[in-house]
T-cell receptor, first 112, second 116 residues
Framework: AQSVTQPDIHITVSEGASLELRCNYSYGATPYLFWYVQSPGQGLQLLLKYFSGDTLVQGIKGFEAEFKRSQSSFNLRKPSVHWSDAAEYFCAVGGGYQKVTFGIGTKLQVIP | GAVVSQHPSRVICKSGTSVKIECRSLDFQATTMFWYRQFPKQSLMLMATSNEGSKATYEQGVEKDKFLINHASLTLSTLTVTSAHPEDSSFYIC????????????FGEGSWLTVV
């Protein structure tokens, strides 16, 4: 069965600081991996996705993620966080036509 | 790029009434669509798999008679919350993959349902 673990439920960073959100997955084959962001009361927005190819994936809003098969990880990074990045971030794994399994989410708080 | 449209984005309904949420793939055909629900301060959980032309497959614990799913065409799946109660208030979101492709999963914008 596929699963996603986001070990950090809540993270606080200072504006301008770097950010890394952790994600570990379990999947029986080559995974399709996603990061989504959700602002309060809003829908999901896709930040980036990995299907194959280059393991370092660039996304929107300056985010990137690196797929590390040996560690079953797909951590999300941003070099300099902006106050508008405060939101909830979901890592997800799926494949082909299959369902997507979401992690529990990491709530990011940005302090001035 | 491929787009999945969900409507309405927000809806308020009275207890006991039914509400329908639509999920449309705008520029591709999808034989399978998925419906998810997000409980307050929790992650998104798969509710059911919607199969075009056949019955939906529900996840364990999801009441099929309460959450009616219809996938009548290759571009439209609907979720109807019947006899809604305040505890049904939630964020519902669908996803779809173009038929014949692999790994390209598109999500709708989601629908916020409030039952009063």
């Amino acid at each position: 069965a596929q699963s996603v673990t986001q070990p950090d439920i809540h993270i606080t960073v200072s504006e301008g600081a770097s950010l890394e959100l952790r994600c570990n997955y379990s999947y029986g084959a080559t995974p399709y991996l996603f990061w989504y962001v959700q602002s309060p009361g809003q829908g999901l927005q896709l930040l980036l996705k990995y299907f194959s190819g280059d393991t370092l994936v660039q996304g929107i809003k300056g985010f990137e993620a690196e797929f590390k098969r040996s560690q079953s990880s797909f951590n999300l990074r941003k070099p300099s966080v902006h106050w508008s990045d405060a939101a909830e971030y979901f890592c997800a794994v799926g494949g082909g036509y299959q369902k997507v399994t979401f992690g529990i989410g990491t709530k990011l708080q940005v302090i001035p | 790029g491929a787009v999945v449209s969900q409507h309405p984005s927000r809806v308020i309904c009275k207890s006991g009434t039914s509400v329908k949420i639509e999920c449309r793939s705008l520029d591709f055909q999808a034989t399978t669509m998925f419906w998810y629900r997000q409980f307050p301060k929790q992650s998104l959980m798969l509710m059911a798999t919607s199969n075009e032309g056949s019955k939906a497959t529900y996840e364990q614990g999801v009441e099929k008679d309460k959450f009616l799913i219809n996938h009548a065409s290759l571009t439209l799946s609907t979720l109807t919350v019947t006899s809604a109660h305040p505890e049904d208030s939630s964020f519902y979101i669908c996803s779809a993959s173009p038929s014949g492709t692999s790994g390209t999963i598109y999500f709708g914008e989601g629908s916020w349902l409030t039952v009063v």
